[in-house]
Protein backbone atom coordinates (compact mmCIF):
# COMPACT_ATOMS: atom_id res chain seq x y z
CA UNK A 1 0.00 0.00 0.00
CA UNK A 2 1.66 2.94 -0.80
CA UNK A 3 0.59 6.73 0.97
CA UNK A 4 0.59 9.98 -0.39
CA UNK A 5 3.04 12.74 1.41
CA UNK A 6 -0.39 14.33 3.24
CA UNK A 7 -1.46 10.69 4.36
CA UNK A 8 2.06 9.79 5.71
CA UNK A 9 2.08 13.28 7.54
CA UNK A 10 -1.25 12.73 9.25
CA UNK A 11 -0.70 9.41 10.73
CA UNK A 12 3.00 10.43 12.17
CA UNK A 13 1.22 13.94 12.99
CA UNK A 14 -1.81 11.66 14.79
CA UNK A 15 0.46 8.72 16.63
CA UNK A 16 2.73 11.52 17.75
CA UNK A 17 0.03 13.93 19.16
CA UNK A 18 -1.34 10.01 20.80
CA UNK A 19 2.07 9.66 22.67
CA UNK A 20 1.69 13.03 23.91
CA UNK A 21 -1.92 12.84 25.09
CA UNK A 22 -1.23 9.58 26.67
CA UNK A 23 1.65 11.03 28.86
CA UNK A 24 0.27 14.65 29.69
CA UNK A 25 -3.62 13.24 30.53
CA UNK A 26 -3.30 9.50 31.45
CA UNK A 27 -6.26 10.01 34.35
CA UNK A 28 -8.26 12.03 31.47
CA UNK A 29 -7.93 9.15 29.52
CA UNK A 30 -8.60 6.45 32.05
CA UNK A 31 -11.97 8.33 33.33
CA UNK A 32 -12.96 7.59 29.59
CA UNK A 33 -11.96 4.22 29.24
CA UNK A 34 -13.68 3.55 32.41
CA UNK A 35 -17.23 5.42 30.69
CA UNK A 36 -16.55 3.44 28.00
CA UNK A 37 -16.67 0.21 29.27
CA UNK A 38 -19.80 1.10 31.59
CA UNK A 39 -21.90 2.14 28.59
CA UNK A 40 -20.82 -0.06 25.91
CA UNK A 41 -19.74 -3.20 27.49
CA UNK A 42 -22.22 -2.83 30.42
CA UNK A 43 -19.11 -4.05 32.59
CA UNK A 44 -17.16 -2.39 35.53
CA UNK A 45 -13.56 -1.05 35.51
CA UNK A 46 -11.38 -0.17 38.17
CA UNK A 47 -8.17 1.68 37.11
CA UNK A 48 -5.32 0.24 39.65
CA UNK A 49 -2.36 2.38 41.41
CA UNK A 50 -0.08 0.89 38.32
CA UNK A 51 -2.23 2.07 35.35
CA UNK A 52 -1.38 5.81 35.14
CA UNK A 53 2.02 4.86 34.28
CA UNK A 54 1.17 1.85 31.64
CA UNK A 55 -0.87 4.63 30.32
CA UNK A 56 2.52 7.01 30.15
CA UNK A 57 4.67 3.67 28.77
CA UNK A 58 1.75 3.70 26.05
CA UNK A 59 2.55 6.82 25.41
CA UNK A 60 6.49 6.30 24.84
CA UNK A 61 5.70 3.40 22.63
CA UNK A 62 3.47 5.71 20.45
CA UNK A 63 6.30 8.46 20.24
CA UNK A 64 8.98 5.44 19.50
CA UNK A 65 6.58 4.34 16.97
CA UNK A 66 5.73 8.40 15.35
CA UNK A 67 9.75 8.60 15.17
CA UNK A 68 10.03 5.54 13.05
CA UNK A 69 7.46 6.89 10.81
CA UNK A 70 8.41 9.90 10.72
CA UNK A 71 12.16 8.24 9.63
CA UNK A 72 10.92 6.35 7.09
CA UNK A 73 8.73 8.91 5.27
CA UNK A 74 11.42 10.52 4.14
Do not use: C
Amino acid sequence: MDLTGTERRLLWTGTALAGVVHLLVPGLLLSTAQLGYRWALAVEFEPTTESRRRVRLLGVAFLGFAAVLKRIRN
